[in-house]
């Protein structure tokens, strides 16, 4: 019988130390299965149980790897409830995987409620790195700025979703969001009213899938492209968007500056129409940054 080319590399994985006690947080595939490491694949036969996002997805992507273990619900909505119960079989010496349903876990999806608590509890908690739709779209945007900011997921509503992109217009980084398929044709209205239409936007869609689609273009001709073809609304979606010119970052820290001292002896919307004739910027776009800027200083709006 000829030997797996793994099969050396799996023998050094298994004799590695996996202490009792630990909550291991792993990185599963967000669409390729041959895209698992080979230390998930054996502490995930090694757990006492996998606290998992969606019982019914780990099932199946635990049959497929020809493996089987109780699995626990742990979603947004039981996240603080299921922490206690782990942290008790933790104390009683047990292993426990922490899986999301696609990537890894706390990033946009559940697991850092129950991360901190198992952290505030005096245990231990492992992480064991793979797959991320973040980097994954990061590492093949060719965009060249020099960091990058993760937003997540805009707000659904149009008006919160407004202010937090008037938030982010100075950003010199990366901007990265994720986003529904449901909601691509707004989101991208929305980057389009609240950026320059020469910021070179790059989507991805459907990482590692089937229909993979990684996509780069000038922000004014993304709503074309999204609406050229009906398929386009369907796949979820990493979307990436230049930083802001150097002139654009540094007006925008100026604003700041110029709203901070106003709102300290104005209202929000006096501080923004001041600031306006001061800065030559747009009243309600500062209007929305000051509204941040109160926010972020848990002060009382205006």
Known sequence: MTESPTTPMFNEVSQQMYPLSTLYVVATPIGNLGDITLRAL????????????????????????????????????????????????????ERIALV?????????????????????????????????????????????????????FLPAKGKQRDTVLAGLRGVAATLVFYEAPHRIVDAVAALTAAFEPTRQIVFARELTKLFEEIHRCDLADAAAWVAADAHREKGEYVVLLQGAPTA???????ADRVLRILMAECSVKQAAALAAQLTGQKKNALYERALLLKADLKAPLD
């Open 42 to 93: 054996h502490l995930l036969g090694l757990a006492d149980a996998i606290a998992c996002e969606d019982t019914r997805n780990t099932a199946q992507l635990m049959t497929r790897y020809g493996l089987s273990k109780p699995l626990i619900a742990a979603h947004q909505h039981n996240e603080r409830e299921v922490a206690d119960k782990l942290i008790a079989r933790l104390q009683a010496g």
């Open 100 to 152: 999301s349903d696609a990537g890894t876990p706390a990033i946009s999806d559940p697991g850092a409620r129950i991360v901190e608590a198992v952290r505030a509890a005096g245990l231990r908690v492992l992480p064991l790195p793979g797959p991320s739709a973040l980097i994954t779209a990061l590492s093949a945007s060719g965009l060249q700025d020099a960091h990058f900011y993760f937003a997540g």
């Open 248 to 254: 654009i970052a540094a007006d925008d820290v100026e």
